[in-house]
């Protein structure tokens, strides 16, 4: 699932490369829901897939590079990671909250961006963008004085283009430029008229998507001849040309391009092993094999019981922790103050360390089991091979937090506005811990008022704590996507957390990949997948938050430093009031009413919905209790759509001692189940059965 920061950035690329076309996220869907609900049209793309965008920016961008697959096809998912885990990243900063913005596209983005092109020019042939974008930026004059800025010197660029396209038709060795834009202006009149208002200040910026028009106009008036003949030239001139616009938009969008061009060029030359480290890690991440696993990987997953490829997941996560530990150090020491009040700068940095993993989810479900007893009620199974530091979990004490607490008090210290954004979360968990869920809701309703970094783990914290009082305090009061607030900011601020979820046990028999996307809730595409999902994670998070903090003293034990109590996850409070119990208490009571009425019906594959009726007309379930949303609030929760993705539906929505024996007994039955989600795709209208 994209962030929305990188859905705006791909949106950006996409613009920039005359790509345009809207990528929807459950956040614009709520500005105008209406107006972002799916076409009726079944001919028309799933608005809501970013996927076919992607692969044209991947297509257009590897165009004319010869750089092993791997480093190709990680390419997007990497950099998408990258942006995942900075934007959880928790960095002290004094400036003021709204600066943040600016500060981490010098010192991030920038510094990627550079990275990029300096890994994937290399092996680039004279068609490919990033061929272009080095030559240019390693060209002389490429800035001017604008004012008090150094900005894009266009007319730099301009001669590039000129004496490029000249070299490209020149009729032999060593003749003029001018000579070769005689001959190029046979082939690409269009284009040379557009260029020559490259420099021009009264002409404005120009565009890939105007650029794309010329050139569709240029080859449309060559003969097929010419074509062939000229194909690598017009392509070669189409990328160098797009290279332009590419350096000319980001010069407008940073208004920074005189820090991005030293940043590059120290990149270039090596100079900065900062950026050379940063250059290094983000090689490594690029060119794993993320789809493949080694003999190591098969011992460990036998031994732990797992997928393979979850450990190679947890690989991918390792190197872009460590891209993101390069990234870092270029924000510089920005914590200097010393006043009295104050600890060390290591103690701040460890207690937000500490405190950015109070909320989260339970480790990776291969370290332990959740299983049905003889009550048909879930429990914890633990795998014996567990490690031992993956048993157990630091529990919140707000004491140990005091160095946080002072600067967020302190007023007379330029970094009370960034500490001071922490106070509600320990204020928050303080009041998890001593369960008085009036006083954190009462928390929870006072955030507005505080404001809160565009970046780090604090929205996450936040939103997940708030979700889950919601749904265990105020269910009822909950309706239709009105938590989106909270779930996008679970979307944008979760960094890689790894929340493993099981694919359908049904997809690739009777149920086909694209039906599959159209309707799972946990793993759709479409208005209300990422809403749905990210709300079943957020409480998955929050139930096991609380029930670590909560858990009785007495069954606490102390850390190597001593400074934290640990909680075995066999010892975890699931008993909590607090905790969100029977969120799936109907769907598993007619799932229970299906099994007891199946001895009284047979089964025809061929007609699912008389199997349908005949279950409504003997009132063994009502035509509601197959159509209605049977999880609260989470959109396209039927009957037959749940029991599609059962497995991960509880261990997301479940908590140990929750009732969920029917709904997983009827899950297992391939054929009640198929019968089921055809009668519910035949029940709707026609347009979206496809």
């Known amino acids: 699932m994209m962030t929305h920061f990188f859905t705006e950035f791909i949106d950006a690329v996409a613009k920039t490369l005359g790509l345009n076309y809207p990528t929807h996220s459950t956040e614009k869907a709520s500005k105008d829901t209406n107006k972002d609900l799916p076409s009726d049209d079944p001919t028309k793309p799933n608005e809501y897939d ?24 990680n390419h997007i998912d990497i950099l998408e990671h990258v942006c995942s885990a900075l934007i959880s990243k928790e960095i ?19 510094p990627l961006i550079c990275a990029d092109i300096l890994i994937f020019k290399e092996q680039a042939n004279e068609e490919s963008i990033y061929y272009h974008l080095d030559r240019i930026l390693r060209t002389d004059n490429v800035v001017t004085q604008d004012g008090e800025q150094r900005v894009f010197r266009k007319r730099s660029a301009y001669k590039y283009m000129l004496d490029y396209i000249g070299n490209c038709f020149s009729p032999d060795m060593g003749a003029s430029r001018s000579a070769g834009l005689r001959v190029a202006d046979n082939f690409i009149h269009e284009l040379l008229i557009y260029l020559d208002e490259l420099p021009k200040k009264n002409k404005g910026n120009q565009t890939s998507r105007s650029l794309n028009r010329i050139i569709n106009a240029c080859t449309e008036r060559l003969s097929p001849d010419d074509l062939i003949k000229y194909s690598f030239i017009i392509n070669s001139i189409f990328s160098a040309y797009t290279a332009v616009i590419i350096l000319q938009d980001i010069n407008n969008k940073t208004g920074m391009f005189d820090h991005f061009l030293n940043t590059y060029i120290q990149l270039a030359h090596g100079t900065n092993h900062l950026l050379n480290h940063l250059n290094n890690a983000l090689e490594c991440a690029l060119r794993f094999d993320y789809n493949a696993f080694n003999e190591e990987d098969e011992i460990l997953s036998a031994t732990l019981e797992c997928p393979p490829l979850l450990l190679v997941k947890e690989k991918q996560i390792e190197r872009i922790d460590n891209i993101i530990n390069c990234i870092t150090p270029l924000f510089g020491e920005q914590l200097t103050y010393t006043g009295k009040k104050e600890s060390s700068l290591v103690k701040l940095k460890e207690q937000l360390g500490y405190l950015s993993q109070m909320v989260t989810p339970p480790p990776p479900f291969y370290f332990y089991r959740l299983i049905i007893d003889n009550n048909g009620r879930l429990s914890f199974k633990h795998n014996l091979s567990t490690p031992p530091d993956s048993t157990s979990s630091i529990v919140f004490d707000i004491n140990i937090f005091s160095a946080i607490a002072e600067l967020a008090n302190d007023k007379n210290n330029r970094y009370q506005n960034y500490f001071y954004q922490y106070k509600p979360l320990l204020e928050l968990l303080d009041s998890i811990q001593k369960e008085l869920p009036d006083q954190a809701l009462n928390i929870i309703n006072q955030l507005h008022k505080v404001n809160l970094s565009l970046f780090g783990f604090n929205k996450y914290a936040l939103a997940v704590l708030a979700i889950g009082l919601m749904y265990n305090q105020r269910r009822s009061t909950i309706k239709n996507i009105s938590l989106l607030p909270q779930v996008n900011h679970t979307i944008n601020h979760q960094g890689n957390i790894l929340i493993p979820a099981y694919l359908s046990c049904h997809l690739g028999s009777w149920l086909s990949e694209d039906i599959y996307i159209k309707h799972s809730i946990i793993f759709g595409i479409n208005e209300y997948s990422q809403y749905n999902t990210f709300l079943a994670r957020a409480l998955y998070c929050y139930n096991f938050t609380i029930a670590r903090h909560t858990t009785s003293r007495g069954l606490l034990t102390g850390t190597l430093d001593n400074n934290f109590l640990n909680v075995n996850f066999k010892d975890l409070n699931y008993r909590s009031p607090l905790i969100s119990h029977d969120i799936l208490e109907r769907l598993d009571s007619i799932c229970g009413k299906i099994l007891n ?31 209605d949303n049977l999880i609260h ?10 029991l599609l993705d059962y497995v991960s539906i509880v261990m997301l929505f479940t908590v140990p001692g929750d009732e969920v024996r029917n709904f997983i007994k009827l899950g297992e039955k391939n054929n009640i189940v198929k019968s089921l989600f055809m009668a519910y795709r035949a029940s709707l209208p026609s347009h979206t059965r496809k």
């Not at 961008?61 to 096809?73: Q, Y």
């Not at 007609?607 to 005949?614: E, I, K, L, Q, Y």
């Open 50 to 73: 970013y996927l076919p965008k992607i692969n044209n920016i991947r297509e257009r961008l590897h165009a004319g590079s010869s750089l092993p697959p791997n480093i190709l096809s």
């Open 633 to 642: 609030c989470v959109t396209g929760s039927s009957l037959a759509v749940c």
């Open 597 to 627: 009425g199946l001895d009284k019906v047979s089964i025809d594959d061929s007609d699912p919905v008389s199997f349908a009726n005949f279950l409504v007309r003997n009132k063994i379930v009502t035509r509601a209790e197959l159509k």
């Open 92 to 110: 002290i900063l004094q400036e003021s909250i709204c600066d943040t913005y600016i500060i981490y596209i010098k010192n991030a983005l920038i």
